[in-house]
């Protein structure tokens, strides 16, 4: 086990020790936001066949070669083609064939007129401009070719993949399951949320949990509350080996600093967990415990939330976006302006967490007021964090950090 090894490491030793959950087919209409489980290669063409994009006309382009206002043309129209059904003659020498938005080009013809540049009867129509081969054609294979990957195995199904999976036929695409997390909180002072501690009492709610449920789901894992254990490691253990029966990842919340009732390390190992690090060089969130049982990880987090919380974006997320198949576990980086200075001193590599805001052009990080370990509240709307290097000073506003989007 590595002690208060940097961020990096102690990520790299989650990753390289858990895997996926699993895969499962998913009816597409319940598959947005899900991580493909296949590469998705183009069976068929699409469009599969000459179309038009709007309501006109399709003839031969050498008919209209002459046209002009002063010398328009004038095509016989053999039949009208609506959307859905498939042209049933050819076109010849002086004719054309009425189209609507999205019929097939009928034979023969190979270019198509807008209905709003023309003038037209029932039987008619006069097109006053020469038109070229191929104009207003929307070929076969235009929007996706036979045989073209399309997206990735570990992409998220976004709007763009759901329509091209319904374009190509596939009803169930294969997806990794969503891991489902437990969520332990330790602390014999927490009471649940719809309690009222009593004045004096010591008690505080246990505010853990619904934070780290909200995290979870936005990541998409479902979440399985495994309830409050008192400062007992075999408490803690009892709720543990509960976790790892259920789940396929735990998270605890409390009891990994280095006092007395901080016994969440020692019921892990009594649950058959193998630690991989304690504690980890950043600030905040350095008081944590991260371990495996079974391939399946414990991310032991500070009781202090925000602390908890910036630990967890750094180090944990990472992992469970591996479980989950995503092509890419880190979140995505960003360079980011601050709008205000940092003035503390930062010894050890310091996370800031903060907003997006666009100003004047640039994209630029707006702090909260207050960055403590148990600020849960400045954390609202928080949506990128960014990372201060070890050893640095105060940082002014204006300057560029690197970052990465939650």
């Known amino acids: ?14 990753l390289e020790t858990i895997s996926t959950v699993g895969t499962e087919k998913l009816a597409l209409c319940e598959s947005g936001g899900r991580i493909l489980a296949q590469d998705l290669v183009a069976e068929e063409n699409i469009p599969p066949f000459d179309r038009s994009p709007y309501d006109g006309y399709a003839f031969r382009a050498a008919d209209t070669e002459k ?129 009222t501690p009593g004045p004096g009492s010591g008690k505080i709610r246990n505010s853990n949990r619904y934070t780290f449920e909200a995290v979870l789901k936005a990541l998409g894992c479902e979440t399985v509350y495994l309830g409050i254990a008192g400062d007992s490691a075999e408490e803690i253990c009892t709720l543990l080996q509960k976790g790892f029966a259920e789940c396929d990842a735990v998270i605890t919340t409390g009891g990994v600093s280095v006092g ?26 350095m008081a944590c415990v991260y371990g495996v049982c079974q391939g399946k990880p414990v991310f032991g987090l500070s009781g202090n939330p925000a602390s908890a919380l910036t630990n967890f974006y750094v180090v944990g997320v990472p992992a469970l976006r591996k479980m989950m198949g995503y092509r890419e576990p880190l979140m995505p980086k960003i360079k980011v302006t601050l709008s205000s200075g940092f003035s503390k001193k930062s010894p050890k590599t310091r996370f800031l967490r903060g907003t997006l805001e666009l100003k004047d052009g640039t994209v630029r990080m707006a702090l909260p007021k207050e960055q403590g370990n148990v600020v849960l509240s400045s954390a609202i709307g928080c949506n990128v964090m960014a990372v201060i290097p070890a050893g640095s000073g105060p940082v002014p506003a204006g300057t560029e950090l690197e970052g990465f989007l939650l």
Not at 1 to 14: C, E, Q, V
Not at 75 to 96: D, M, Q, S, W
Not at 265 to 280: H, K, N, Q, T
Request: charged share 25%.
């Open 1 to 14: 086990m590595l002690k208060n090894p940097d961020y990096i490491t102690a990520r790299r030793l989650l």
């Open 260 to 285: 007395d009732y901080d016994l969440t390390p020692e019921a892990m190992e009594m649950a058959g967990v193998e630690l991989l690090c304690r504690g980890v060089d950043i600030k905040p969130g």
């Open 67 to 195: 046209a002009s206002r002063e010398t328009p043309v004038t095509l016989c129209i053999l039949e009208e083609v609506p959307t859905g059904a498939v042209p049933t003659v050819p076109v010849t020498e002086g004719t054309a064939v009425k189209l609507l938005t999205g019929a097939p080009i009928p034979t023969g013809a190979d270019t198509v007129i807008p209905y709003e540049l023309t003038d037209f009867t029932d039987t008619a129509v006069t097109v006053f401009a020469p038109a070229k081969p191929g104009d207003n054609v929307v070929r076969t294979g235009e929007d996706v070719r036979k045989g073209k990957l399309l997206a990735h195995r570990g992409d998220v199904i976004d709007p763009g993949t759901a329509g091209t999976l319904a374009s190509q036929g596939i009803a169930e695409p294969e997806v990794y399951r969503m891991p489902k997390v437990g969520i332990l909180s330790t602390g014999s002072e927490l009471v649940e949320v719809a309690e």
